[in-house]
């Protein structure tokens, strides 16, 4: 037992004397993810010898409750990886700590302008590496066979073409011009696209109010549905085929025309797709007008389990994790934008055929202030389905979801 | 006691059978009382505060939590789907696998290869069930519409319809339990000695009566049983309602919403366990109310 002791004091004198911290970084599996910071570890490690780095995935599923019961326990992360749709919510539970003041500095100087919304009043809670918007993949085969030489500019462009490109056989589909997904992206293109463009805002500044209720909210909504309802662009995308990302599945598959869809899908759609396929900013109401995108991305944060000597370790890999050498390593490793003003400029990536449309959208790109991630899109999903699949009234729906919204804004902010 | 037991140390043999049973049983016991028992009532004291990471940061809020509730109208909606799908699952699941138990006790042969490809969907992983299905259920390219369209049946949305969606999850889940509840069924129909039968057969009795008289009330106890499990399998239906709709969990529309689902998003998604605490322990009283009823009519003592 005393011999036990007394080389369990070495020990622990040993790793004092070198100065050794362990740090625990956590991230949702996937696996173009997963590699990367393995190869950025091995890097911090190299160039830190006094910091060890443990890297620990879970399933995207399962990621959120393991954070929710690990952490209160003492056991979880101490640089953690979330989506920023999630941090007030996280920040109300007290699953992160705010970054030391001088980081904000960096943030507002060098990152682009969605970055801003890692801050929770006033505080920032983490960086990101990369950051996301969104553009319209085309089908250059079928689009070419139906006659059109370009994607579409505008929305009435949009609308005719989708309408061509849509072929049914009987009462069933067997190709879409645009492949609805109101649970996809297209929440985000009613909220912070078509709302915008037609001369609309969805929040208040301070993300408070719900402010989409007015005519121009309405015009937007109405819009949208209309695709379906009036426009025939096809159906939705899960009505058409099967999956849980049936509106990309459906055009990996080459059934579809048109989708939107966000840079974070480029490679699965460059490893699957078997035809000429092609990526173009958003269109817009007329040639010359608004351009708005919705930018989103996933941050690293410190959770409360990094304190002392591990709180300093822990700041230094975030630090390397949002450097510009590591963006630029994961914008060719897993192929996301960097979250870096810097880079973005780069007229490589500005004129890339692919990342190209991403990167200029970013510009003027918006990310949704939500506090409840999963409400608030569950309340833009049901106004469009209750539209579309039990046929109400939109300006109904529409004025439904208002008061739901805003009664979960309500809830957090009380 | 019996004086003539030969004894140990002044301990009967009987004593010490006791003892040691007492022993075994301890184990389960603490087993039971720590891992099921005191988080029960964890959750019952969570309920009572604020969630937070940090728990000298957690208000007290007394029952602020299940006063929120009745103003909640998507646990309103949940707790109807969830209704919905036991009142609709469980008889449907009884009644088929009786059913199908009955074919099978019939047949002599191949006995085995049956029971083993009815059994087959209950150990599969319920995920990978829930993918396959919106494959099959898919209404624009799923083999389901395809099979109807040959009957003149005009394709149906199914999972992708409001008024569908609950219908189709509860037909999976039933398919997939089937298996279960058949081999239930089966153990009890062969525990029913035959001379019950003949005895009945030489005083006259049709098939209908022997069914009736002898196989009904004898299968009670399993039928208890299955009821029980079955009541409580679908009152805490999660994995299917998940998968099968992955990208609007418990939609279209709330329209599959389950209570465990509600539960695990007011946990891990919105991180307010408090509240999910107090779902948790409406749903303990739910099915705790609902057993005991279930208890209480169907093992009443059945003349026969």
């Known amino acids: 037992m005393r011999k036990a002791l007394v080389i369990l004091i070495v020990l622990l004198g040993a790793a004092l004397a070198q100065g050794q911290v362990t740090i625990t970084y956590w991230q949702y599996d996937f696996r173009s993810k997963v590699e990367a910071v393995n190869e950025l570890i091995k890097k911090f490690e190299a160039a830190n010898p006094g910091i060890k780095v443990q890297h620990q995935t879970f399933p995207f599923d399962a990621y959120q409750q393991k954070v929710a019961s690990s952490i209160p326990a003492g056991q979880g992360p101490d640089v953690v990886n979330l989506f920023y749709g999630w941090l007030p919510t996280w920040v109300k539970a007290g699953y992160l700590q705010p970054m030391p003041a001088e980081y904000i500095k960096v943030l507002d100087s060098e990152f682009s302008s969605l970055a801003q919304a890692a801050k929770v009043g006033g505080k920032l809670y983490g960086m990101p590496t990369a950051v996301r918007s969104l553009a319209l993949f085309y089908n250059r085969d079928l689009l070419n066979a139906a006659g059109f030489k370009n994607p579409p500019k505008t929305w009435d462009e949009f609308l005719s073409m989708a309408a061509k490109l849509t072929i049914k056989d009987g009462n069933r589909f067997t190709q879409l011009g645009y492949a609805m997904a109101p649970d996809g992206q297209d929440h985000h293109l009613v909220r912070e696209v078509l709302i915008r463009q037609f001369g609309g805002r969805p929040y208040s500044d301070d993300g408070r109010r719900v402010l989409y ?44 025309g048109m989708i939107i869809d966000g840079s974070f899908a480029i490679g699965t759609i460059r490893s699957g797709a078997k035809f000429n396929w092609g990526v173009a900013e958003l269109p817009v109401e007329k040639i010359g007008a608004r351009k708005v995108n919705y930018g989103s991305f996933w941050m690293h944060g410190l959770t409360p389990l990094a304190t002392g000597p591990k709180q300093a370790a822990s700041l230094k890999f975030l630090e390397f994790l949002v450097s510009e050498e590591t963006q630029r390593y994961w914008l060719e490793k897993v192929g996301e934008l960097p979250a870096r003003k810097s880079l973005i400029k780069d007229p490589k990536l500005t004129l890339d055929k692919v990342f190209g449309p991403f ?6 790109a918006k990310a949704t202030p939500f506090v409840d991630e999963i409400g608030q899109r569950k309340v833009m999903t049901d106004a469009i389905n209750r539209v579309l699949l039990e046929n109400k009234d939109p300006a109904e729906s529409w004025r439904m979801a208002v008061a739901e919204e805003q009664k979960l804004l309500d809830a957090f902010w009380k | 006691m019996r004086p003539s037991e030969p004894t140990r140390r002044g301990v009967s043999l009987a004593t010490r059978e006791a003892l040691w049973a007492l022993a075994f049983l301890a184990i389960p016991l603490a087993f039971f009382l720590f ?21 000298s940061q957690r208000p007290f809020v007394g029952l602020e939590h299940y006063h929120q509730m009745l103003d ?21 699941q009884l009644l088929l696998g009786l059913c199908i138990a009955l074919l099978l006790n019939a047949v002599t042969r191949f006995r085995e290869v049956f029971r083993a490809i009815y059994f087959a969907p209950y150990v599969t992983p319920a995920a990978a069930i829930a993918w396959v299905f919106s494959w099959m259920l898919s209404p624009n390219f799923g083999i389901v519409n395809e099979i109807l369209g040959v009957f003149g049946i005009p394709p149906q949305p199914f999972l992708t319809s409001p008024s569908q969606a609950l219908v189709t999850v509860t037909m999976v889940v039933v398919w997939q339990n089937l298996g279960f509840q058949v081999v239930l069924f089966l153990a009890g129909l062969q525990n029913i000695p035959r001379d019950y039968y003949e005895a009945a057969r030489i005083d006259g009795a049709s098939n209908w009566q022997l069914f009736r008289h002898i196989t009904l009330p004898l299968l009670n106890p399993v039928m208890v049983f299955s009821a029980v499990i079955g009541t409580i399998g679908f009152l805490q239906l999660f994995t299917q309602v998940v998968n099968l709709n992955f990208t609007d969990q418990g939609g279209p529309l709330g329209s599959t919403l ?27 009283v739910i099915i705790l109310a609902i057993t005991l009823v279930q208890l209480r009519l169907l093992s009443r003592r059945v003349e026969y």
Do not use: E, M
């Not at chain 2, 998003?265 to 303990?284: E, H, M, P, S």
């Open chain 2, 72 to 92: 909640d109208r998507l646990l309103l909606k949940a707790l109807q789907n969830t209704l919905a799908y036991t009142l609709l699952g469980v008889p449907l």
């Open chain 1, 213 to 256: 209720g007015d005519a121009a909210g309405l015009r937007a909504f109405t819009f949208y549905t209309d695709w379906l309802k009036k426009y025939n662009v096809g159906t939705l995308g899960n009505q058409f085929f099967p999956g849980n990302n049936a509106y990309r599945d459906a055009f990996i598959a080459g059934k579809v």
């Open chain 2, 258 to 284: 389950t209570l465990a689902l509600y539960i695990y998003q007011q946990a891990f998604a919105r991180f307010d366990l408090g509240y999910a605490a107090a779902i948790t322990v409406l749903l303990f």
């Open chain 1, 359 to 364: 990167v200029l959208s970013l510009a003027y």
């Open chain 2, 35 to 55: 891992i099921r028992i005191w988080p029960a009532f964890q959750a019952l004291w969570l309920s009572l505060f604020n969630w937070h990471a940090d728990p």
